[in-house]
Every structure is written in structure tokens, then in C-alpha cells.
């Protein structure tokens, strides 16, 4: 059973920059591709990032490309996602989940969301 902790996210001015964490206790991220999702209120789950195992391969939605960077720490048991520029839009629950599968999988032009594990998610308000 794998555990997933997100944290860093918060309040933020629009221009400005988060950046989340995503770890887990007692066991190791090392073999799973991790991905990024939020949800704004009354808004469907939207797939932002992802890093697949080894960091081979990354993916990052259109909505958020060129603002958003996610790298992986696999010494420190970390994947991070770097939001920069953040626009309201932006304002969401923020989950990180993890898939066995060990890549980055994509339905069309979107990120698979069946994934094995999921974090209780850590919010971002991004608002002046």
C-alpha cells in the first residue's frame, strides 16, 4: 500500500509561484510514473502533469505548459511540480497519484487518470 502526501500549496497572488511536493512514508515512489491532477469546484478532474519512472518521459497538459515543470527526486523520495506564473484558473485541489504501470499514459491528449494511488490532494488559491 502505497501512501501519497501532497503539500505546498496555499495562497498566492497571480504572477506568482507554488511549488508542491508529493512523498510517501514507509515505502518508494522509485518505481511508479507519478502524475498531477487538480479539481476547481464544480469542474471536472483535469490531468496537469506527469513523470514517468526514471524520469524518462515527462507530460504536461497544454492548459499549463511553459508554466509548470514536474521533476523527480528519486534519492529523496520526491516529485515536485513548479508552478510558475499562476493565473486564477489555477485555483484547484491539487492530488498527486501513482500508476505501476511506470509511464506516463495518455487517453487522446490526456492524462490517464486509472491509477493504482491517490493523495488526499492540498489546495492552491491563486487570487489578488
Known amino acids: 500500500q502505497l501512501q501519497l502526501v501532497e503539500s505546498g500549496g496555499g495562497l498566492v497572488q497571480p504572477g506568482g509561484s507554488l511549488r508542491l511536493s508529493c512523498t510517501t512514508s514507509g515505502s518508494t515512489l522509485e518505481s511508479y510514473a507519478i502524475s498531477w491532477f487538480r479539481q476547481a469546484p464544480g469542474k471536472e478532474r483535469e490531468g496537469v502533469s506527469c513523470?514517468?519512472?526514471?524520469?524518462?518521459?515527462?507530460y504536461v497538459a497544454e492548459s499549463v505548459k511553459g508554466r509548470f515543470t514536474v521533476s523527480r527526486d528519486d534519492t529523496k523520495n520526491t516529485v515536485s511540480l513548479q508552478m510558475n506564473s499562476l493565473e486564477p484558473e489555477d485555483t484547484a485541489d491539487y492530488y498527486c497519484?501513482?500508476?505501476?504501470?511506470?509511464?506516463?499514459?495518455?487517453?487522446?491528449?490526456?492524462?490517464?487518470?486509472?491509477?493504482?494511488?491517490w493523495g488526499k490532494g492540498t489546495p492552491v488559491t491563486v487570487t489578488s
Open positions: 497519484a501513482a500508476s505501476g504501470v511506470g509511464h506516463c499514459v495518455l487517453l487522446g491528449l490526456s492524462l490517464n487518470s486509472d491509477m493504482d494511488y
Open positions: 513523470i514517468s519512472r526514471g524520469a524518462k518521459s515527462t
